[in-house]
């Protein structure tokens, strides 16, 4: 991409309430678009997920693959469906083969309490909540996926990290720790791990002693991860980014978006160092889709997450500024008494997309 052309979008809305979610943020993103000069997107549709395998017999065609290889970013709504499954009874999930095919090592989770949503904490509130949890996302004990070994006395599965991979992590998590502190965070990196049970996290606590020279802005500290969990849900305002293992992101993530009021407000990225998919926390929520109840305020934070990455990546402010823009005109929307349906108010996706739009402009 040069600087007057415009960032080609992937667009894979999927199943469920994916397309229902999708079609505001690309709203958001074309209403940014006649608004900031110097920013254009082209947006390329593509398929993916339960509704292409039942009609076809992949997750997704080879067509979409190239796609996403040559765009500058994924846009993914949610795929897979209960009733449509692998003949082995697993569920069709492309948003998982593009980890793999793309190596998108980091899964990065933003819990952000947006001003006036509800959340379970007691002072959160007041305090607020605004920390990023980055889940290692290609090894750690999902290296066993597939692998296990089980008999009739006993069943193994062997968690794995490498210092390549650990390297990596650590010096993108301790970078995104330095960029927040631009924006006035506090620039703190806590890595969670079960160093006090299992060498492989002590190992690791090396890695990040020797990795964080490079950073010397950004202030470190190591977590049980036991302890993170009381913590988070004590006190979830003193994190700012906290990295970890595959398995302890997988849990720690959900319990982050647990604090901030529900899935339907949870945005995420997994990105690699070339490529990056965007899309909401939650799933396809088949109890919901086509009644018009989902809440896109997820999609339309992923899609800001987007525009902060090209930013960073292409060095475009306008991009950057855009993301910023979008999570203000979130919050502006929620202040003005903005309820979603998940939440037990009567504001569904076109009067919470509306509601947006409107502070957005
Ligand atoms: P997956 O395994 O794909 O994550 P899941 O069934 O575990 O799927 P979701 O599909 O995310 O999880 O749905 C979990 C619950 O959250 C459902 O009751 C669903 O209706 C609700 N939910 C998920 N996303 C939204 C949303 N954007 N707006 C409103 N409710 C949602």
Redesign the pocket.
């Given at each position: 991409m040069s600087a007057n052309d415009a960032f080609h979008i992937a667009v894979l809305p999927g199943d469920?309430?994916g397309p229902e979610?999708m079609a505001p943020a690309l709203d958001v993103l074309r209403r940014i678009e006649a608004t900031t000069p110097g920013l254009k997107f082209r947006f390329t549709e593509a398929a993916a997920g339960a509704g292409h395998y039942k009609e076809t017999g992949k997750s997704m065609p080879d067509s979409t693959i190239k796609l996403c290889e040559e765009a500058d970013a994924i846009l993914l709504g949610?795929c897979?469906l209960p009733s449509v499954r692998y003949p082995d009874n697993t569920e069709i999930m492309p948003q998982v083969e593009l980890r793999f095919i793309f190596d998108l090592y980091a899964g990065v989770r933003p819990a952000r309490l947006v001003p006036g949503v509800p959340s379970p904490i007691v002072g959160a509130a007041e305090r607020g909540i605004d920390f990023v949890l980055i889940r290692e996302s290609t090894e750690g004990l999902f290296a066993s996926m597939g692998k296990g070994v089980t008999t009739h006395e006993e069943a193994r599965e062997t968690l794995v990290v490498t210092r390549d991979k650990t390297e990596r992590l650590f010096d993108f998590s301790l970078r995104l720790a330095q960029r927040r502190k631009k924006r006035g965070k506090p620039g703190r990196l806590t890595l969670v791990d079960k160093a006090n049970v299992f060498k492989a996290f002590n190992w690791q606590r090396d890695i990040l002693n020797e990795r964080k020279p490079k950073f010397p802005d950004v202030k470190t500290d190591m977590l049980y991860v036991d302890a993170c969990a009381a913590m988070m849900v004590r006190r979830p305002w003193d994190f700012d980014v906290m990295v970890m293992e595959n398995m302890f992101g997988d849990i720690l993530s959900d319990l982050a978006a647990g604090l901030i009021g529900g899935?339907?407000l949870a945005p995420s990225a997994d990105m690699g160092d070339k490529h990056a998919v965007f899309q909401?926390c939650?799933?396809?929520?088949?109890?919901?889709m086509g009644q018009g109840?989902?809440?896109?305020t997820?999609m339309i934070l992923s899609a800001a997450m987007m525009l902060d990455w090209l930013g960073d990546k292409h060095d475009h402010p306008a991009a950057a500024d855009a993301s910023q823009r979008i999570e203000r005109a979130v919050d502006a929307a929620y202040a003005s008494g903005l309820k979603?349906?998940?939440l037990g108010g009567n504001h569904g996706t076109e009067a919470i997309a509306t509601a947006v739009l409107k502070a957005l402009n």
């Open positions: 469920g309430i979610v949610a897979g899935l339907g909401p939650h799933g396809t929520a088949p109890d919901i109840k989902a809440n896109p997820a979603p349906m998940e």
